[in-house]
């Protein structure tokens, strides 16, 4: 197990507290199929509920955790100025490790079964215009005529993050193997180990060849292995350094928001949606679990529509 996972960094637990936490981490990543982003957010999660339970309750025994206890840890978050969303993920981290701990015969009960976190506001995305999002690859496509090969490899990411609506680590993850050019597909290994394919068009299909034809053969090296987008030195590229790409060249389109690489994939639901795409195709496109996940992106385009109708209509 990753040094980064384990419980040893919380002090004065028991054993027995310890050896839970450890089997949960194996539990999240090797049965339930976690990402190490979101085990290690769930572990946090935890150290920090049993860290508040010891030095506020005096608990460190599984088994004695309360209703109330959990009530306070969650009162004590809201008084230090947690975010609704930060509360509601915690509260929700609880509730799988305690349910874990019930189901697996080291707790009699579950003490989080009524505990009720405050709900998640539900905040639009900032997306690009349609006209924006064009600009920007623009951008990207003067930047690459230089034939630079980091110049080549942003178009091509971009093009694709726009064009397939990925997300900027799944991108990161492709091997060569996975982008089928012919068909203009992308295989995806998405959250929980999920996999989908995902459409691509024209421009993103030339970016792609450019790169991998011009720009790649000019950074590969022996160690770069099957991954599609490298760094400079030859390595699988970081989500970071394409998420400073994406900064990078948006700054270069007057007036548009100041997004990431995710802004490009909420960009492309809003625009596949506001093209007339059905929202079960965008949901499945997105690797979306919930189809209540990709309505978001509906109350995008109404807003926009709203919008555009106050500023047209002669009656607004």
């Not at 697996?104 to 997306?127: F, Y």
């Not at 998420?243 to 960009?267: E, F, Q, Y």
């Not at 996940?293 to 500023?311: N, P």
Request: contains cysteine; hydrophobic residues 45%.
């Amino acid at each position: 197990m990753k040094a980064g996972l384990r419980f040893a960094t919380v002090p004065n637990v028991s054993d027995t507290t310890a050896e839970a936490v450890e089997a949960f981490s194996r539990h999240l990543r090797a049965e339930r199929g976690r990402s190490e982003h979101t085990a290690r957010a769930y572990l946090g999660d935890v150290r920090s509920l049993l860290g508040f339970l010891e030095s506020e309750c005096g608990v460190t025994d599984l088994a004695d955790i309360t209703l109330r206890d959990l009530r306070a840890w969650l009162a004590q978050l809201a008084a230090s100025g947690a975010a609704r969303a930060t509360i509601a993920r915690r509260s929700a981290a609880a509730r799988t490790f305690l349910g874990w701990a019930a189901r697996t015969g080291r707790i009699p009960t579950d003490p989080s079964v009524r505990l009720v976190a405050p709900k998640r506001q539900r905040h639009l995305p900032g997306v690009l215009k349609q006209g924006e999002a064009s600009a920007l690859l623009d951008v990207a496509a003067v930047a690459a005529d230089d034939e630079d090969a980091m110049h080549l490899r942003d178009r091509a990411a971009l093009e694709l993050l726009y064009a397939s609506g990925i997300r900027v680590g799944e991108l990161a993850a492709l091997d060569v193997d996975d982008i089928d050019l012919a068909a203009g597909v992308v295989r995806v290994m998405g959250k929980g180990s999920k996999e989908r394919t995902v459409p691509f068009g024209a421009p993103a299909r030339e970016a792609l060849i450019a790169w991998l034809s011009r720009g790649r053969p000019q950074v590969v090296t022996g160690d770069s292995g099957p991954a599609v987008f490298l760094g400079r030195r030859g390595r699988r590229v970081d989500p970071r350094q394409v998420r400073t790409s994406v900064h990078r060249l948006l700054a270069h389109v007057p007036d548009a928001p100041d997004l990431g690489p995710h802004g490009l994939r909420h960009s492309a639901a809003t625009h596949l949606l506001e093209g007339g795409a059905d929202l079960r195709l965008v949901q499945e496109m997105l690797g979306h679990a919930s189809l209540a996940t990709t309505q978001i992106y509906t109350h995008v385009s109404v807003d926009r529509l709203k919008q555009s109708y106050r500023q047209a209509h002669p009656r607004a």
